[in-house]
C-alpha cells in the first residue's frame, strides 16, 4: 500500500525533534528529497498535492531517519555535502565542510582573481574533501590549484571529489603540510587553509562533530594554534613577495592569531567576520 510522504515526515521531524537534531523539519525534508531525487524546493511543491510513496522507499526513509536519529551526520547519510556551487562526496575518516568555510573560499578567490598572472598558482594546505581547493579551481579556472593533505582517508575523499569534478586545473597531493611542495616556494599566489584549531581540552558542542569528524582535522595542540604555527612557516616559504594567506580559525583566535603571524614577519594580518558576525577567518599579505 502506498502511504502519503506528508504523514511520514511529521513523523520523522517528531522523531528527529526527540533526538535533539538542531533542525529537524530541514534533516526530514532533505532527506526524503534525497531518496525522491528531488531538491528541498521540489519536495514540499510535490507535497501540496500529496505524494504517495511505496513501501521500499518508506522502509528506506525510515532507515534513513533512524540514522539521523542517532546523531549521525545528515552528509553521512546521503553522502553529499554541498560546498558553494559544487556538491563534494563525503562519509568517514573525513571533515564535512561547513557553510561558513564559504565566505573563507570567497576572500580567496577573490584574491586569486587579482592576480595578473595568466595562470597564478594556489595552495590549499590540509585540504580535506578538497573543499577550498576545488572551489578556487572551479571559480578561478585559469588558476592552477594544489591541494595539500596528510590524512590518507580525506586524500582519498579529495582525490576522488576532483576527479568527479573533472577539474583538471587541480591536483591533490599527499604529503604533510610541513614539507609541503618546495619545488614552489616563492612561486605561489595565495594560500588558504582550514587547519585543526581547536584546543585539545575543549569539547565540540555539536553530538556529530566528537563522534564523526576525525580528531586530527580539529585539534590543534594544548592551545589550538600547533598546525598554525607551522602553517604560517609553509605559507611564508610557498608564497612569493606580495602573496596572499587566507586562513580559517576560531571565533576568539583572531587576536591571537594576528599577533602571531605578525612576529612570523607577515604584514597587513587582518581579521574577517562571517555571515554571523563571528570572526572566522584572518587575512595576510607575504
Do not use: C, K
Not at 64 to 91: D, K, N, Y
Not at 136 to 155: K, T, Y
Not at 223 to 251: C, F, P, W, Y
Not at 273 to 281: E, I, P
Request: aromatic share 4%; hydrophobic share 45%; charged share 25%.
Amino acid at each position: 500500500m502506498d502511504l502519503d510522504a506528508r504523514a511520514l515526515l511529521a513523523d520523522a521531524v517528531a522523531r528527529l525533534t526527540a533526538a535533539r537534531v538542531p533542525t529537524p523539519d530541514v534533516d526530514a525534508e532533505l532527506l526524503l528529497g534525497h531518496l525522491l531525487g528531488l531538491g528541498r524546493g521540489s519536495l514540499q511543491a510535490r507535497l501540496i498535492t500529496g505524494l504517495p510513496l511505496d513501501e521500499t522507499t518508506r522502509d528506506a526513509y525510515d532507515h534513513a531517519i533512524e540514522r539521523r536519529a542517532s546523531r549521525e551526520p545528515l552528509q553521512h547519510i546521503t553522502g553529499v555535502a554541498p560546498f558553494r556551487s559544487l556538491e563534494l562526496a563525503v562519509g568517514p575518516g573525513v571533515f564535512v565542510p561547513r557553510p561558513e568555510t564559504e565566505g573563507v573560499a570567497q576572500l580567496a578567490i577573490d584574491a586569486l582573481r587579482a592576480v595578473a598572472d595568466e595562470s597564478p598558482i594556489a595552495v590549499d594546505l590540509g585540504t580535506g574533501s578538497g573543499a577550498l581547493a576545488l572551489a578556487l579551481a572551479h571559480e578561478v579556472p585559469h588558476a592552477q590549484v594544489i591541494g595539500v593533505e596528510n590524512s590518507v582517508d580525506a586524500f582519498l575523499w579529495a582525490r576522488g571529489n576532483r576527479d568527479r569534478l573533472g577539474l583538471e586545473n587541480a591536483r591533490i597531493v599527499f604529503v604533510d603540510l610541513a614539507d609541503a611542495l618546495p619545488e614552489l616556494d616563492g612561486t605561489v599566489s595565495v594560500v588558504v587553509s582550514n587547519p585543526p584549531y581547536i584546543p585539545s581540552a575543549a569539547i565540540p558542542r555539536d553530538i556529530e562533530v566528537q563522534r564523526y569528524d576525525p580528531p586530527a582535522a580539529l585539534y590543534g595542540g594544548e592551545d589550538g594554534l600547533d598546525v598554525v604555527r607551522s602553517l604560517s612557516r609553509t605559507a611564508l616559504r610557498l608564497l612569493r613577495a606580495g602573496g596572499v594567506l587566507v586562513m580559517e580559525h576560531g571565533e576568539l583566535q583572531g587576536a591571537e592569531i594576528r599577533a602571531l603571524l605578525t612576529a612570523d614577519g607577515w604584514r597587513g594580518a587582518t581579521t574577517q567576520r562571517d555571515l554571523t558576525g563571528r570572526d572566522r577567518s584572518t587575512v595576510a599579505v607575504r
